[in-house]
């Protein structure tokens, strides 16, 4: 795995590093020993996926509050999302900036998500599925979310939002008490 800093301090992109032959490739795509190195969350509590009929379909953004904040690990396993996470964490150098890149099946990488960072995206192509490694369980109380149209982030969607669900479109705007 190449581990590569995003702007946002603590979110890593980590591409493929593939050992190719005659029959495709193979490729690491977690290593305890590698997060540790760089001081990352090697926790997974759970893994989920999400599926996405249709292209433009928009989900976010979504956190974790404490006691069960969330470290994720995201990944396409089939199509491309555009992929945004938002630094939520108080003090921190990058609050409410946004960090967003195309994460495909094709291309392999995937985004490393620390705790505090709200995360959503944006299906670019029909089919896609996202596969997510969690470090902590769901717990529905402390689940937050923010809309994905708030102008405090002014997040610029690729795509017209074709599907989201009531939920999202009924999350408040971070200014909100």
């Not at 670019?124 to 369980?137: C, G, H, K, R």
């Not at 405090?152 to 008490?177: C, G, H, N, Q």
Request: net charge negative; with cysteine.
């Amino acid at each position: 795995m190449i581990f590569r800093e995003t702007p946002l301090p603590g979110a890593w992109l980590l591409e493929l590093e593939r050992f190719e032959d005659e029959r495709g490739f193979f490729a690491r795509t977690f290593c305890r020993d590698e997060f540790e190195k760089r001081g990352l969350d090697p926790t997974v509590a759970q893994c989920s996926v999400s599926y996405n009929d249709r292209r433009g379909t928009l989900r976010g953004l979504h956190l974790q509050i404490a006691p069960h904040e969330e470290v994720k690990l995201v990944r396409v396993t089939h199509g491309a999302v555009w992929d945004v996470i938002v630094d939520l964490r108080p003090g921190s150098p990058t609050f409410k900036q946004h960090f967003s890149i195309v994460l495909s099946e094709e291309e392999g990488a995937q985004l490393y998500i620390p705790k505090g960072m709200a995360h959503g995206f944006q299906v670019l192509e029909e089919a896609t599925e996202v596969f997510y490694q969690i470090s902590e369980p769901y717990a529905p109380a402390s689940a937050r979310g923010y809309r994905w149209d708030d102008p405090a982030f002014a997040i610029p969607w690729p795509e017209a939002v074709t599907v989201i669900s009531e939920k999202d479109r009924r999350l408040p705007f971070f200014s909100s008490p």
